[in-house]
């Protein structure tokens, strides 16, 4: 698989648009991969556009469904995660650069707490990703013993710049002892972290 996997830490940033900052006006989701020390490492761009992908991002926000491409620095699709319309509980799901399943990731009921399991291709769970209901910006990746193998964070732009841009930018950090190798599961995590920002992020603008 790309080179793009070929880590344990990842810099998603999400690129806003200044008719989208100055008007409120929601536009396709695109977001910079980057290293830990600000290496490019590639891109993501949400697919769709028309005026009824227009209307789906405007009436149906957070809830809409969505097909972005995660492409490595050469510009070549690396994955591809997508996620159908929901009304309560979200699932999502990741392919290869080729079509192949990878993973998926699906949110699970709880109370007091946020919670997604992260799915091989097989079905079988490879990571939780859990965060307390107080715990706004940071989420554990956790084994099936509930040991931590990771993080998945929300860091801050600088005030001002969260305020004015509502950009998006979130670290994703494998270093337990029990933090997935493989491609496939790197994929899904990545995968649950684009999840995490459609399902928790989309909207705090208006919020």
Not at 4 to 25: A, D, F, H, P, S
Not at 168 to 179: H, I, K, N, Y
Request: aromatic share 12%.
């Amino acid at each position: 698989m790309s080179a793009l996997l070929e880590r344990g830490t990842w810099v998603i940033q999400q690129k806003k648009e200044w008719g989208e900052i100055l008007v409120n006006l929601e536009t396709r989701n695109k977001y910079e991969v980057l290293s830990e020390n600000g290496e490019p490492l590639g891109f993501v761009a949400e697919e769709g556009t028309g005026f009824l992908q227009f209307l789906k991002r405007m009436l149906l926000r957070r809830h809409r469904p969505f097909v972005i491409t995660i492409f490595d620095k050469e510009g070549k699709p690396a994955l591809r995660v997508r996620r159908p319309w929901f009304w309560i509980w979200s699932s999502t799901f990741v392919e290869d650069g080729g079509g192949r399943p990878v993973g998926s990731i699906h949110r699970k009921f709880r109370w007091l707490s946020r919670r997604f399991d992260v799915l091989d291709a097989s079905g079988q769970v490879a990571a939780g990703v859990d965060a307390g209901f107080w715990r706004i910006w940071t989420f554990d990746l956790v084994d099936a013993s509930g040991a931590k193998m990771g993080t998945i964070t929300k860091k801050w732009g600088g005030l001002l710049k969260e305020v004015f841009t509502d950009a998006d930018r979130f670290l994703v950090v494998l270093d337990g002892q029990t933090a997935p190798r493989t491609d496939d599961a790197k994929a899904a995590i990545l995968g649950a972290a684009l999840a995490l920002d459609f399902d928790y992020f989309e909207d705090n603008q208006r919020s």
